[in-house]
C-alpha cells in the first residue's frame, strides 16, 4: 500500500492550493479516504473524508465552507481543494485510509508521507 501526498507550499493569506494524493496497492475505489493536518506543536487534527464513490463528504468545522475533498477513482487519487487560507491552517497535511467514520488518527491504517503547507504573508 503506498500514499503519495503532493500539492502543498507557500500561499498567502486568502490564497488556494489543491493537495493530491496518489493510491497503489489496494482497490482504492472501495476505500473510505481521509486528509489530517499537524500544525507546529499540535496534536494531529482530522480535516475532512470522504466515502469510496465520493456520494458523501465530511469536513472539520475548522476548515467547512473553505475546503473540498474529491476523489477520481478511475486515476486512484482524491484531492483537498483549499480555499480562502488562512495562517492557522499551516501544516503538514497527510493523506490517510481508514475505517468509514474514522476521525482519530489512531483509527487510520494507512498513511501518505505529507505534504507541508504554509500559509504566510
Known amino acids: 500500500v503506498q500514499l503519495q501526498a503532493s500539492g502543498g507550499g507557500l500561499v498567502h493569506p486568502g490564497g488556494s492550493l489543491r493537495l493530491s494524493c496518489a493510491a497503489s496497492g489496494f482497490v482504492f475505489s472501495n476505500q473510505y479516504m481521509s486528509w489530517l493536518r499537524q500544525a507546529p506543536g499540535k496534536d494531529l487534527e482530522w480535516v475532512a473524508s470522504?466515502?469510496?464513490?465520493?456520494?458523501?463528504?465530511y469536513y472539520a468545522s475548522s476548515v467547512k465552507g473553505r475546503f473540498t475533498i474529491s476523489r477520481d477513482n478511475a486515476k486512484n487519487t482524491f484531492y483537498l481543494q483549499m480555499n480562502s487560507l488562512k495562517p492557522e491552517d499551516t501544516a503538514v497535511y497527510y493523506c490517510?485510509?481508514?475505517?468509514?467514520?474514522?476521525?482519530?488518527?489512531?483509527?487510520?491504517?494507512?498513511w501518505g508521507q505529507g505534504t507541508l503547507v504554509t500559509v504566510s504573508s
Open positions: 490517510a485510509a481508514g475505517p468509514s467514520g474514522a476521525t482519530m488518527a489512531v483509527d487510520f491504517h494507512f
Open positions: 470522504i466515502w469510496s464513490d465520493g456520494t458523501y463528504t
